[in-house]
């Protein structure tokens, strides 16, 4: 019926649309992606999420990575931290190479998303698994 690309349409902005909040995976994997995606995201943003993956630990999967290119991440990057913000980094991301999985010691990973003032990419995609 009519209903249903209308339906798809506002689950695909809701799910793309976000800047940061705190997403939980368990037997179902949780999606994240970069405002926006797979359109560019916009100068200036400054996302963090929070995975939980409760009594297990969280395995990050980019499946698709189009950041702005520096040789040490200096203009727009996707950070991702152990557990929480002050936590250890496991990988600062830009370019276009995903990584492989990267899995948190604990319960919890901290994902900050920046842009800086020009040139922007389509962001990235990701998949957060519950892995013990
Ligand atoms: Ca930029």
Not at 100 to 108: C, D, F, L, N, V
Not at 121 to 128: D, H, I, K, P, V
Request: net charge negative.
């Amino acid at each position: 019926s009519d209903m249903q690309p209308d339906a798809f349409i506002f689950v695909f902005l809701y799910m793309t649309g976000a800047c940061g909040g705190t997403v939980t995976t368990e037997e179902t994997p949780s999606f994240l992606f970069s405002p926006g995606w797979p359109m560019n995201y916009r100068n200036f943003a400054d996302c963090v999420w929070l995975i939980r993956a409760p009594g297990s630990t969280v395995e990050f999967n980019v499946l698709a990575l189009d950041i702005e290119s520096h040789s040490s991440c200096n203009y727009d990057k996707l950070i991702i931290r152990d557990d929480t913000s002050l936590s250890p980094v496991l990988a600062s991301l830009c370019g276009r190479e995903p990584p492989g999985p990267i899995r948190s010691s604990g319960e919890a990973m901290f994902i900050h998303f920046m842009s800086d003032a020009s040139v922007t990419g389509a962001g990235f995609n990701e998949t957060g698994f519950f892995s013990r």
